[in-house]
């Protein structure tokens, strides 16, 4: 449990000032993040995914029945997104690409020198222009991830699904399976 402009550190020693309480799924989101950062260092090309419903600006951006992916510095390297999406129109469960620019980071940074990151803005994400994207910035900072990318000895490939628009408008319509056909289409159509 928080409050407006508290200050919690993460499990990766980032100062996090919360600015809206709403924004409950990335603050959570961002230490599993950060946990999964602290393992994939020992692991041979990893590569970290999160999959979550952070924003309704997702809806607005894409429409009501894609997901968006987006990648961090490494992950669009090696174009990662984008071969997701591939994998997705093959099997129709299809995904847009977003992508990540410094003004998300920019946008996330700090106002005051007693925090290192700001979790959002005191707007609805899905009011604020960049509303999906500037929260995946969020998890990077937060998490520490920020500190393997492209150009870090040890780059460490992360993907973000957001799932806002795909996931169906429960109660109304049932939830569906997007993206976990695309998933399985990408990584394991070959495997099995």
């Given at each position: ?29 961002s230490d599993v993040l950060c946990r999964m950062k602290e393992l994939a260092q020992s692991e041979v090309n ?31 390297k090696v174009r990662s997104a984008h071969k997701l999406q591939q994998a997705g129109d093959e099997i129709g ?86 993206p976990l056909p695309s998933l399985a289409q990408r990584y394991l159509r070959d495997k099995c």
């Amino acid at each position: 449990c928080y409050v407006c402009d508290e200050i919690i550190t993460s499990r990766a020693g980032v100062r996090v000032r919360v600015v809206n309480t709403d924004a409950e799924g990335r603050m959570a989101m961002s230490d599993v993040l950060c946990r999964m950062k602290e393992l994939a260092q020992s692991e041979v090309n990893p590569h970290v995914m999160t999959i979550a419903t952070l924003t309704g600006h997702a809806v607005i951006a894409v429409g009501g029945s894609y997901s968006c992916v987006l990648d961090n510095g490494p992950a669009g390297k090696v174009r990662s997104a984008h071969k997701l999406q591939q994998a997705g129109d093959e099997i129709g469960d299809p995904l847009e690409v977003s992508t990540l620019r410094r003004e998300d980071y920019d946008f996330v940074g700090p106002e005051t020198v007693y925090e290192d990151v700001r979790q959002c803005n005191e707007l609805p994400s899905s009011r604020t222009p960049r509303g999906h994207q500037f929260p995946a910035a969020f998890m990077i900072r937060a998490s520490g991830l920020d500190k393997f990318g492209i150009d870090a000895e040890n780059p460490i490939r992360y993907t973000h699904l957001d799932i806002a628009g795909s996931s169906g408008l429960y109660p109304r319509v049932n939830p569906t399976g997007a993206p976990l056909p695309s998933l399985a289409q990408r990584y394991l159509r070959d495997k099995c």
